[in-house]
């Protein structure tokens, strides 16, 4: 069946790029509401934003959703990860600003509020997308797809100068709770470079070596080093999960990227919509939901850092 949190959760933090203070609340929903952000600090315009992969305003940055009155929220991934990831299909997120806070950089806060918060069963059943063919998008080197499956399995590698990083590859099966396990903690990297080069172009000035594995060459600069040998490709892994729950569904399907960032996972999903051969819409009996994103969570069980 579909489902909702219990009871409303808060977020207090920064805005990873513009740096000002972001306060996030995620409150229940009833049947068929979907994901939808709401900013609060908006009065005169519309301040609803579905979380569609349709109303995404491009950035190589992150994932930054903007309506027909140009209202915005940027960073969303991490928090539609951690939802998806939890097996929570309908939720309201009211946002005080521009920007979803950044937290530690990776999807853990939010899960731990989610799972502290309790899942409302609701009474729908969950409709699944499910993809019927292969359907392939690139830029350059980097490329991503999604292809036939009887659950989410996500694919990823990545390739960085940086020792640090280096050659990263990972397979994971988005069911049986594995996103909290394996996915949840690692948090978003980035290099010392791109970092300086950010701030020179006033990007990135909410963002410290606390919430950001930041590599230099063979260092690692964050305090305490990675929570995990292949953070990198696994928090890759997490962006892509957020990005594919801009579907509006859960999806069963095989989905691979490689050197893949937020705008391909975008394209993907608009070339999937393009053509109605491409996949079908499901209702999910007992079994089918077993294989979703989220099957498998135990509510109430906080996980530890890694």
Known sequence: MQTSIQSSVSFQGVGLHSGLPACLTIRPAGVDHGIVFRRVDVTTKDADLAARFDVVHQSPLCTRLENADGVSVSTVEHVMAALMGCGIHNALIEVDGPEVPILDGSSDAFVRGILSSGVQMLNRPVKALRILKTVSVARGEAWARVSPHDTLMIE??????????????????????????????????????????????GLALGGTLENAVVVDGEKVLSPGGLRHADEAVRHKMLDALGDLALAGAPILGHYQGMRAGHALTNDLLHALFADPANYEWVNCDSSMAQRLPGAGVHWGEIPEVA
């Open 156 to 201: 990823f590698g990545i390739e960085f100068e940086d020792a640090a990083i280096g050659v990263q590859k990972k397979t994971l099966n988005m069911s049986n709770g594995s996103f909290i396990r394996e996915l949840s903690t690692s948090r978003t990297f980035c290099r010392k470079a791109d970092v300086d080069m950010m701030r020179a172009n």
